[in-house]
């Protein structure tokens, strides 16, 4: 076998990979000089110097040079250096030097926040803990996926994250799921044999684990060949994009931004060639122009959108979320489905053993043995029942214990849901135990067992054996069934043992419903999320727990149910159904994805091996840090406490978020469409240009200035009581509606400014330009305090203390400015006294009109 690569994507696996998968256990361990004791702490530091630690290249935080050129790439950064160095050709130094001023603004502010949030992202992924099961020198421990090298010797249980490509030196019924890689839902089984085939694919291989696959069930023991970005899956991650797909609100920011470029391509040439035919005075026009494009340009937004963001993220991890992945802040804000199981979220997730009785129902020690039996021997990853049957109180079964002998196991999968041990009993006898989900555990049954008398499982018979199973269920205890099989003379096992059982009774847990999960709910339901309960359970206990903490279960759809229906039938039936009872991961998956093609933005909250297909197709998926590490790697957000009322503190947090940066894209946008009638009217009419271009951008400066607190402003209550999708329809309607009142108050302050102060003469070109420049900053940066809220600004609701100060500072600089020493650099003059109570009047009108518009939008819906 030569070096392999994929046909999609051209991926090479490592020689060393296809080498390993080829030579016996011993010959590989020598090769890569280990043992099965494995490397001591030292070996392992020096090779981790040669080989850097286990992370995708994607993961390696970018120098500053690298972070810094990823800003400047922007077209709204590429547009104003282009205009800045166009000015400073044609000799226009004060123009050049202002947006050159401008651009090293927004560049600047954007690198020191992403920086910031960059560290403090970083802080907080370090919370979320992935380890692997390493020996070194002889001792399992638990160590960071990144801590990794060749030559280490793993451990591997069901919900383990493969932590590089191994090559398996001993397994026992290990399956591995390989979706991530190729694409196959179904896991594939590995073994520890040499390699002797010649296979199409590196997948193929049968003794070879990659890197970002999963154990789905069984165990296995395994030497790591390559790590990190020499790994298959680290080739193919460097191979294609590192950014994960665009979510929705990066595409409507993507639109936004082209929006007004768009725009601006056709202003700018308009507003140029009628001042140039109008004033005959080209250089000037062309000045005027560019100027008018920097007006347009919404320079702040990347600023403005990582900030928001960045403190987002900051805030969530407050109320014990965090966040793994930025962009899906808006997401989580926007979500109004949140699709969870019900254990750990509704139930305390802390299961106690409550009965152990044999199928009458009467209480014995002799089911409860062979429950404890099977959780003690068994090897794979122990589950919340096994632990309970391990802590039970009532049970003292270490003097037992030592008197039997595991020979062998058959660990849980999610198909046959149910799990087997072998044990030699105290006479010597070879006894198969088996204990799982009742109704699977029935069809493996031929017997029963009932007062020392085994019967068989008459048709009749079998009726009142699943009565006193459904009894304890809708009793609200989680129900499995202990079943046994004596295989004389065998040492192994295997699935086709487990047929012909002897049904010996049930062990019932309760997970009690948590006192906070009704609140939750309520709360939940008040911010306009709609709860749906997917859950691998039985529907009757699942219905119980509903109804204990106020969840409708009716009508309920059931795996099978599921698994009939078509994808318009699911469609329609997911949107009422709000308990998902016995789903398999696909089914999880396809009621997900059916929801979000019903336009619903879909959170899925799972923290098991058989929840990273749902969590992938989710639009957020939400895990905890207690999950498994396929759950913690495939979710977006981490959850440090698996409660539901943790997760209504984050969806608020992400409202807020978009609410904040809805702000500045709203009042850009509007204010860029006024401006463009203002611009353009003024052009036609005036026999000089309506503002010198020094002032346009000095005007655009200090208000790009005023709009720097938006990320921390305070946002009123009902804008976080529903969900906030991206809607670019709204946005627009906003900017028809809101946009055109600023062109009304600058044609009056033109008229002002000709018609009182009798401008028209071009020698009182300066003090109209003066007028129009303090009317337009002062409109504009007092206009936020309007568009940033539903309610009446100042008196309902205020911004934040910084918004305010910055907004009252700016207004101010700019009163002070045409009398200010900057006056006549700038081409200001002084305003005559008049001018201040008719601006005065002009604010409070523009004010109220825009708040009228507002309110009426509001109440049609169309914002």
Request: aromatic share 8%; glycine share 6%.
């Amino acid at each position: 076998m030569g070096p392999h690569k994929t046909k999609s994507q051209n991926i090479r696996v490592s020689p060393a990979v296809l080498d390993a998968a080829r030579k016996s256990g011993e010959e590989l361990l020598h090769n890569l000089r280990t043992s099965l004791s494995g490397l001591t702490q030292a070996e392992a530091e020096e090779r981790q110097r040669t080989t850097g630690p286990n992370v995708m290249a994607q993961e390696r935080r970018q120098g500053w040079p690298i972070r810094l050129l990823k800003i400047i790439r922007n077209p709204l950064v590429i547009l104003l250096a282009i205009l800045s160095s166009v000015s400073f050709a044609t000799g226009d130094a004060r123009a050049g030097t202002v947006m050159a001023a401008m651009v090293v603004l927004s560049v600047t502010l954007r690198f020191l926040q992403e920086d910031r949030a960059d560290a403090a992202a970083a802080k907080l992924k370090a919370m979320i803990h992935v380890t692997a099961t390493v020996i070194r020198a002889g001792d399992a421990k638990e160590m960071p996926l990144r801590d990794l090298v060749p030559g280490d010797v793993i451990k591997l249980s069901a919900g383990d994250m493969i932590p590089g490509d191994v090559r398996v030196l001993s397994s026992k019924d290990l399956f591995v799921s390989q979706g991530s890689l190729t694409g196959e839902s179904l896991p594939v089984e590995k073994f520890h044999e040499p390699e002797t085939r010649d296979v199409s694919s590196p997948t193929d291989l049968t003794n070879v684990c990659f890197m970002g696959t999963s154990v789905q069930s069984g165990t296995a023991t395994a030497v790591v060949v390559t790590t990190g970005v020499s790994t298959y899956f680290g080739c193919m991650a460097g191979s294609i994009a590192a950014e994960p797909p665009p979510t929705s609100f990066d595409q409507g920011l993507n639109r936004f931004t082209w929006l007004m470029i768009q725009l601006m391509a056709v202003m700018v040439p308009l507003v140029f060639l009628i001042n140039g035919f109008t004033k005959h005075d080209w250089k000037g026009a062309f000045f005027f122009a560019m100027a008018v494009a920097v007006g347009l340009t919404p320079e702040m937004l990347p600023m403005i959108v990582s900030v928001c963001l960045s403190k987002g993220a900051l805030a969530m991890s407050r109320k014990k979320v965090i966040v793994k992945r930025l962009n899906a802040i808006q997401n989580f804000g926007g979500m109004d489905v949140l699709c969870t199981d019900k254990t750990g979220t509704l139930t305390e997730d802390r299961v106690v053993l409550q009965r152990h009785c044999n199928v009458a129902g009467r209480e014995t020690e002799e089911v409860l043995l062979d429950g404890y039996l099977i959780s003690y021997f068994q090897t794979g990853l122990k589950n919340l029942l096994d632990r309970a049957i391990l802590d039970s109180p009532d049970f003292h079964a270490q003097a037992l214990i030592s008197k039997y002998k595991k020979l062998d196991e058959i660990p849980f999968d999610f198909t046959r849901r149910m799990m087997s041990v072998l044990v030699e009993d105290p006479e010597g006898k070879a006894i198969l135990l088996t204990k799982g989900a009742p109704e699977e555990v029935f069809h493996q049954c031929s017997h029963f067992e009932l007062d020392g008398k085994v019967s068989p499982m008459d048709p009749n018979l079998i009726v009142g054996l699943k009565d006193e199973y459904a009894s304890l269920s809708n009793d609200g205890f989680r129900v499995l069934a202990v079943a046994t099989k004596e295989l004389a003379g065998k040492q192994i096992c295997s699935k086709d043992d487990e047929c012909g059982l002897v049904l010996k009774g049930y062990v019932a847990f309760l997970d009690p419903p948590k006192a906070s999960a009704g609140r939750a709910l309520e709360a939940l339901h008040r911010h306009g999320v709609a709860v749906k309960i997917l859950t691998g359970d039985n529907q009757l206990i699942s219905r119980k727990v509903c109804k204990d903490v106020g969840l409708s279960a009716d009508p309920m759809l059931l795996g099978g149910d599921v698994e009939k229906m078509s994808d318009l039938e699911l469609r329609e039936a997911a949107e009422q159904t709000t308990l998902f009872a016995r789903l398999s991961p696909a089914h999880k998956q396809r009621v997900i994805q059916l929801l979000r093609s019903n336009g619903h933005v879909v959170g899925f909250l799972g923290d098991g091996i058989n929840d990273a297909p749902a969590l992938r197709a989710a639009d957020i998926g939400i895990s905890v840090d207690t999950a498994t590490d396929i759950a913690k790697e495939s979710a977006d957000l981490i959850l440090l406490e698996k409660d539901l009322m943790v997760l209504e503190g984050g969806v608020t947090e992400g409202r807020k978020v978009f609410a904040n940066i809805l702000k500045y894209i709203r009042m850009g946008a509007s204010s860029n469409f006024g401006n463009m009638f203002s611009v353009l009217g003024a052009s036609a009419f005036l026999p000089f240009i309506p503002m010198a271009p020094i002032q346009v951008l000095t005007n655009n400066l200090l208000y790009d200035f005023s709009q720097v607190p938006i990320p921390i402003d305070s946002v009123d209550e009902e804008q976080v009581a529903k969900p906030r999708p991206w809607n670019i329809d709204e946005i627009r309607r906003f900017i028809l509606y809101i946009g055109p009142i600023s062109s009304i108050f600058d044609y009056t302050t033109f008229f002002v400014m000709l018609w009182v102060f009798h401008c028209w003469d071009p020698s009182g070109a300066p003090l109209f330009q003066t007028g129009w420049f303090v009317e337009s900053l002062m409109t504009q940066t007092l206009i936020i305090h309007v568009i940033r809220t539903n309610k009446i600004p100042f008196i309902q609701s205020r911004a934040s203390w910084p918004l305010t100060a910055t907004s009252l500072s700016i207004m101010g600089f700019g009163m002070w400015l045409p009398y200010s020493p900057l006056a006549s650099s700038l081409g200001l003059t002084h305003l005559p006294r008049m001018y201040w109570p008719i601006l005065i009047l002009t604010l409070f009108c523009y004010v109220s009109l825009t708040q009228i518009i507002k309110v009426w939008l509001l109440r049609k819906k169309w914002i």
